[in-house]
């Protein structure tokens, strides 16, 4: 077997070394400001978790092994830049900030962090982490760009929805600035957000005004997934009650959610 190995199964094999350096950089990010270093210490959760998402998709679907760590991969770096990104601005808002996922490009550059992987297999790893956070992956690309971005997507979608849920129920309201983000807390829900939501799309971050607005953002992932294994999970979590359980009550906020409920449900037929 060891005679046959391809490029690709030595892309495969550096994961453990790529996954001791990314973890040593990100271990060096501390702070005494108990509020930092608990976003540091949740982000740093948060990527384990999105690890174990992209594995349980990418194992749920007809997928070589060389996507499937490649998935790992790309789940491992996505949010790389988040430690740099609140230590200099202390927050996680990149429209106030700068776009997380181009801090991450620019430290796996730096780091060299893939230095050692095929160029083949490098670049849709690198793409799928650009594309992780933006609003959706280029219809052109290619469809290993695709698939391995899909499954990095839905996989950071399914860590963020779990963790919003839980979030929003505590007493003691925001203390992750990840589902905060310095915005109102106020009922209103911005026309934009809303008339996104009624076309089932995903809306743009960058018209959230309001706490209401941004729990909606994250009712609309259920218009971006990829996987029945996402939806099913979603379904079976209950996490649209759970989130449309801590919003206002309006005729409006509970017309989204029905509809987001029915398209769950509709995936899954
Ligand atoms: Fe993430």
């Not at 950089?25 to 174990?52: A, C, M, P």
């Not at 469809?143 to 997507?153: H, P």
């Amino acid at each position: 077997m060891e005679d046959n190995m391809t490029n690709t199964d030595a892309g495969i094999m550096l994961w453990q070394p790529i996954h001791h350096a990314v973890n040593q950089y990100i271990s060096t990010f501390h702070s005494n400001d108990v509020n930092i270093q608990l976003n540091f210490d949740l982000k740093r959760e948060h990527i384990s978790r999105v690890i174990q998402n992209a594995e349980m998709i990418a194992l749920s679907i007809d997928c070589d092994e060389t996507v499937r760590e490649s998935a790992r991969l790309a789940a491992l770096l996505h949010d790389a830049g988040r430690f740099i990104q609140f230590q200099q601005y202390q927050t996680y808002n990149d429209e106030q900030s700068e776009d997380h996922a181009i801090i991450a490009l620019r430290l796996i550059d730096q780091n060299n962090w893939l230095a050692e992987i095929p160029e083949e297999l490098r670049h849709p790893i690198i793409k799928a982490v650009e594309y992780h956070n933006k609003l959706a992956v280029p219809k052109n690309e290619t469809a290993e760009v695709m698939l391995l971005s899909n499954i990095l997507r839905d996989a950071d979608k399914l860590d963020i929805l779990d963790q919003a849920v839980k979030e929003y129920s505590l007493q003691n309201k925001n203390r992750n600035s990840a589902f905060s983000l310095d915005l109102e807390p106020s009922p209103m829900v911005s026309k934009a957000i809303a008339k996104s939501l009624a076309s089932k799309k995903l809306p743009s971050k960058s018209d959230m005004k309001t706490i209401t607005d941004f729990k909606l953002v994250q009712m609309a992932f259920v218009y971006d997934l990829h996987f029945k294994l996402s939806y099913s999970l979603i379904n079976k979590k209950g996490i649209l009650k759970q989130l449309f359980d801590t919003m206002p009550k309006s005729d409006q906020v509970f017309e989204l959610y029905r509809k987001a409920r029915i398209h769950v449900e509709n995936q899954l037929i």
